[in-house]
């Protein structure tokens, strides 16, 4: 089975820079996924890794390391529309389907 | 842009109706799935499918049946329903080109049983 935790809520300020953290568990890891779900909608695709290192995208930017079960998403210059739950969902191989953390409820406040 | 449409937003339904929730893509993805969503408990995968006709149970599939006969299209019946499948359901789509599987949810369908 796979076990991926991710801590529930947290809350930053507009402007700033927060990170959030993903631990998982598994065998055959194959990719890591990180989405954002605005309250009552649908979670949208954020990022993928799939090797170690850095992927950067605008304000978005996702770090995997595979020997340490580890990724982080970090977004910068906070703004008040990225109050929501990120959650990260891990894929192994063989596999067509993803499991998910929890998510991280993140609350920008001014 | 890939989308996912579900037939409703919101229902309610009273204990013991059948209930159909349908789920359409317009991306020829091979891979279908239905979530449901409730606090705390994060996504939790009912069913999902690989190909026409083809079915995986998940982790929650009790009191659930699919049906996927064209490739664009996955329903979710409840048969009976009861008060504890109140909660929000999500389809998802991915594709197994290019090797990563992310997938794309439609909107949802809030379900409430009284």
């Known amino acids: 089975g796979q076990n991926i935790d991710q801590p529930t809520e947290m809350t930053a300020t507009e402007g700033a820079i927060v990170q959030i953290n993903c631990t998982y568990q598994t065998s055959g890891f194959n990719g890591l996924f990180w989405y954002q779900q605005h309250a009552g909608e649908a979670p949208t695709f954020l990022s993928y890794?799939?090797?170690?290192g850095l992927e950067e995208k605008g304000r978005f930017s996702s770090f995997l390391s595979r020997s340490k079960g580890y990724s982080y998403l970090l977004l910068k210059e906070l703004q008040m529309k990225d109050s929501a739950s990120y959650l990260c969902a891990v894929r192994t191989y063989g596999n067509n389907r993803l499991a998910f953390g929890k998510g991280n409820q993140v609350v920008v406040i001014p | 842009d890939v989308k996912v449409t579900q037939s409703s937003r919101y229902l309610v339904k009273r204990t013991g109706e059948k209930v159909f929730l349908e789920c359409v893509q317009d991306?020829?993805?091979?891979?279908m799935f239905w979530y449901r969503q409730d606090p705390g408990l994060g996504l939790r995968l009912i069913y999902f499918?690989?190909?026409?006709?083809?079915?995986e149970k998940g982790d929650i599939p009790e009191g659930y049946s699919v049906s996927r006969e064209k490739k664009e299209r996955f329903s979710l019946i409840l048969e009976s329903t009861s008060t504890n499948q109140t909660s929000m359901y999500l389809c998802?789509?991915?594709?197994?080109?290019?090797?990563?599987?992310?997938?794309?949810f439609g909107p949802g369908t809030r379900l409430t049983v009284t």
């Open positions: 890794n799939v090797l170690d």
């Open positions: 991306m020829d993805h091979e891979n």
């Open positions: 499918s690989y190909d026409v006709k083809m079915k």
């Open positions: 998802a789509s991915s594709s197994i080109g290019q090797g990563r599987y992310e997938q794309y």
